[in-house]
Nanobody, 117 residues
Framework: QVQLVESGGGLVQSGGSLRLSCAAS????????MSWYRQAPGKDRELVAS????????NYANSVKGRFTISRDNAKNTAYLQMNSLKPEDTAVYYC??????????WGQGTQVTVSS
């Protein structure tokens, strides 16, 4: 069964940190580029960060540059999003996604991140 499972969300105060994990199963994780998205209430889902299959390339939304770091461990079939200096506007459900040409995208179920002021 092709699956992505996010974990690590929660409630944190402004300025705090969280580390999200995205565990993959049922497909060859190391051949997929991985991304983190987020969706706040009443807003569209937006791309937060992405990383290539071999970790050679990363990209970030301007709103999180310098605060968030995406990484992956292909030996553990897991992607991560380290989030530092969190702000209330970072509050959202965070989703991971796996992408590979000629394959259907794989989405996780999401994990809630709430940042209190």
């Amino acid at each position: 069964q092709v699956q992505l499972v996010e974990s690590g969300g929660g409630l944190v105060q402004s300025g705090g940190s969280l580390r999200l994990s995205c565990a993959a199963s049922g497909f060859t994780f190391s051949t997929y580029a991985m991304s983190w998205y987020r969706q706040a209430p009443g807003k569209d889902r937006e791309l937060v960060a992405s990383i290539s299959s071999a970790s050679s390339t990363t990209n970030y939304a301007n709103s999180v540059k310098g605060r968030f770091t995406i990484s992956r461990d292909n030996a553990k079939n897991t992607a991560y999003l380290q989030m530092n200096s969190l702000k209330p506007e970072d509050t959202a459900v965070y989703y991971c996604k796996g992408v590979k040409p000629s394959r259907s995208d794989v989405w996780g179920q999401g994990t809630q991140v709430t940042v209190s002021s």
